[in-house]
């Protein structure tokens, strides 16, 4: 028998002949004392004096995990982030996130019972143990029961443990060697099977790089994009002018809005807008001049918009005098029916925005040429 | 087995001692030699012919998805009113079939069903190649499915989230966790399995394979505890599952307004459903297995009778639910629940709907007769009318109540085309080709949990009252 061993094991027929042998053995006191059986014998964590599993705590403790993940996500989700209104409920009603809290709740507690014994608790994969490469792994996972007495220090005396299995019944006994250090790492097939994982990783990603630089990248079932049919803001060739998007026939109304006044510029002179200047007709108003007018007459309404040099067309500048005298009048008939270049707006904006936007131009052109006096109002 | 020690052998009733659940002498050295062996020799004719018919059904499948694909799901029969057809009948007639498997191996685990031993392996595999085969359906179903990583709630550049108020997505985590659950279960049990595959094999390649599924098992006595109750808390998580999954898929339909639909019974109706269906493939299975990989000795016919009262307590079950969808049709006085329950009777598919009460509850009474269980001619006969059966009540359920609902001008016939049977064929060959492949790669018995039924497997008692 070598010098320095990890184990004696001894092997036994049946398991009743090894549920005899576990208290002798252990009564030697020469070692640790591990059974191996082809499948879990009743009984034999009392005889082993082995502790109790903690798996189920575990699993009890990350199952409520699970569940308070899941409704904290959900909550937060539907009632914080993305508060969407479903079947008439309110966004934090509770009810409907249960199926999925069951769910989690399940998932984390299986991952936990089935990884946790495995990783943590078993501490496998483990491929180097040197039960593993002894003669009678064989037994173990087919028909025989064994007991092992692992060393537990330097003193471990090896022909005495073999001698106490002996005696226990026994019917063979094999001493196993120490293990190198670290047998997993200097294994040699893992070495050689991390670097195949390593070179086909390097292999696939080189071919992932080319074949994407060299041949074109397809998406597939282009049909779904490629149907006849008019996109927003994309060419056609449906319509004469060769817009996808028309604008409404002359005249047009919109559902819930006045007709569009009729009549000159000079005669729209004498309307008076019927808003009261509040902050909400100013809020009001900011938002449609933003949305409608600044892209072309500029933040400041002095007639530099961001689409000025790319469209040709020279928008007002709204601060030049001739539009600081115009009445309120003028400027609401200009938004309703367009001028020169500019299209009516009045299919896009209710008789309210209209007026608001009126207003948020007079606030620009009193912002732009502002006077001593506004600065005391202000303060 | 042995009785307790605390109860003489003469103290019990004659008919409550459980048979053996083996023929013959079994131990567990002929045990491993009779099960491991099949995948490490050549396999038989039979299973290349079988594997031919497979995977010509697949590809047939796979050939209908790619047009499907290419052309766009115009390419199925479905049409408005009737937008669901093919793929969810499809998706819930796979999804149930997998249920028997977790019952077998998790609910009758805690029952402490000892027969549950020998065939929770096949049954747990098909539960997981039978889910494999519902997801195909969704995923082509939504239409462009590589983006169906939409389905899940996941942080994006869109600034949208999933509505965790409706079923569908309550659906997408009920399978994603039934599938990650039931594999979970399934290789937890493999692996002692595995590990003596190992110890066996021979040729250089089948060692290393098996040594990296098998982790370094060893059947350490401190391993088995936490094993043990591992496996014990899977069961009893799975058993959650089992009653779960097909409740979750039956609230799909549960939670809408349409008559036929909206209707409480429909989740324990839906798990009972899935559970009958499940059983009968597994049958089905059972019965060519047995026969053809000469597992007579541990697949006995009272495992085949035991199964075949499941699915005649089960049978009987559908045929309660069926009657109380009717009772409540009626008593209900609506008039349009009134009208799509008759309509599953008497209306343009009533064909449909006596198929299903002929096939799901007329034919397993045949079970009532203890010749008829012990018959492959029937059992079989039974089994492929449930298949059948349970394919034709979803189809039921979701064509005959979409076609016609509240709005007359909406009505419309639905026909599927050949592109939808071949889909579904194709989801056979797919269901089939795994089963073979695993009956090739893997034992088809858990030897493990057999090994520790067998008689004179546990130690005898001394005092403690410990037994299986």
Known sequence: MPETSYAVLGVFETPDALMKAIPQVRASKLGTVEAYTPYALHGIEEALGLRRSPLGGMVLVMGILGAITAFGFQYWISAIDYPIITGGKSAGSWEAFIPIMFEVTVLFATFTAGLGMLFLLNKLPFFGHPVLSSKAIKGITRDRYVLALEAESEAFDSAAAARALQAAGAIEVEALPAPDRSPFLTSDWVLRTLGGIFTACVVAGLAMYFATKWFPVLAPMKYIQEQPRLNAQKASSFFKDGHGMQQPVPGTVARGYLPTATGTQEEAASLVNPLPRTPEVFALGKKVYKNRCEVCHGAVANGVGSLTAAYGAKPANLQAQQFLDYPDGKIYWAIVNGKNAMPSHAPYLSERERWAVVDYVRALQRAQNAKDEDLKVAR | ?468
Not at chain 2, 26 to 53: H, M, N, R
Not at chain 2, 68 to 78: K, L, Q, R, S, Y
Not at chain 2, 297 to 326: F, P, Q, W
Not at chain 2, 333 to 343: A, Q
């Open chain 2, 1 to 468: 087995m042995k009785p307790d020690a605390a109860i003489l052998p003469g103290d019990i009733p004659e008919a409550l001692i459980e048979p053996a659940l083996t023929v013959g002498v079994v131990t567990p050295g002929s045990l491993d030699d009779q099960v491991l062996a099949f995948p490490e020799t050549k396999p038989p004719k039979q299973w290349y012919i079988g594997l031919a018919v497979t995977l010509t059904a697949l590809f047939i499948g796979v050939g209908c998805i790619g047009y499907v694909f290419v052309t766009g799901i115009g390419a199925w029969g479905n049409t408005s009113p009737v937008f669901w057809a093919f793929d969810i009948i499809n998706f819930v007639f796979w999804v149930g079939i997998g249920h028997a498997g977790t019952l077998i191996s998790a609910i009758l685990f805690l029952f402490r069903k000892r027969w549950r031993n020998a065939i929770a392996r096949f049954a747990e595999a098909m539960t997981i190649f039978a889910v494999i085969c519902a997801v195909i359906f969704p995923l082509i179903h939504i239409g462009r499915p590589w983006l169906a990583y939409w389905l899940f709630p996941y942080p994006n550049q869109r600034a949208l989230w999933t509505n965790f108020r409706s079923p569908l997505l309550w659906d997408v985590f009920a399978v994603n966790t039934y599938f990650s659950v039931s594999a979970m279960f399934w290789y937890l049990g493999l692996i002692p399995d595995i590990a003596s595959m190992r110890d066996r094999a021979t040729g250089k390649v089948r060692k290393v394979i098996y040594t990296v599924l098998a982790m370094g098992w060893r059947g350490a006595a401190s391993h088995w505890q936490h094993y043990e109750k591992a496996y014990l808390l899977l069961a009893g998580l799975a058993t959650g599952l089992v009653l779960s999954v097909h409740s979750v898929v039956s609230f799909d339909f549960a939670t809408s307004v349409v008559p036929g639909w909206h209707m409480t019974i429909f989740p324990p109706y839906f798990v009972a459903g899935a559970i009958f269906a499940g059983f009968a493939m597994v049958v089905m299975v059972l019965v060519v297995v047995r026969e053809t990989m000469q597992l007579k000795n541990l697949i006995t016919m009272r495992h085949l009778d035991v199964m075949n009262k499941v699915i005649l307590a089960m049978s009987c079950l559908m045929g309660y639910s069926y009657m109380m969808e009717g009772f409540t049709a009626w008593y209900s006085m609506n008039e349009y629940l009134h009208r799509s329950f008759m309509n599953i009777i008497t209306g343009t598919y009533g064909w449909a709907g006596w198929v299903t009460i002929s096939c799901n509850i007329l034919i397993p009474q045949i079970l009532w007769f203890k010749k008829a269980r012990a018959s492959y001619f029937w059992m079989v006969l039974v089994a492929v009318g449930v298949t059948i059966g349970m394919w034709f009540e979803r189809f039921v359920i979701i064509v005959v109540s979409l076609h016609q609902d509240y709005l007359p001008s909406a009505w419309r016939i639905y026909k599927p085309t050949m592109i939808d049977f071949g889909v579904l064929l194709g989801t056979f060959g797919v269901f089939f080709t795994l089963v073979l492949l695993f009956a090739r790669v893997l034992p088809v018995i858990a030897t493990t949990e057999v090994k520790a039924i067998l008689p004179g497997a546990q130690p005898s008692h001394q005092g403690d009252d410990h037994h299986a």
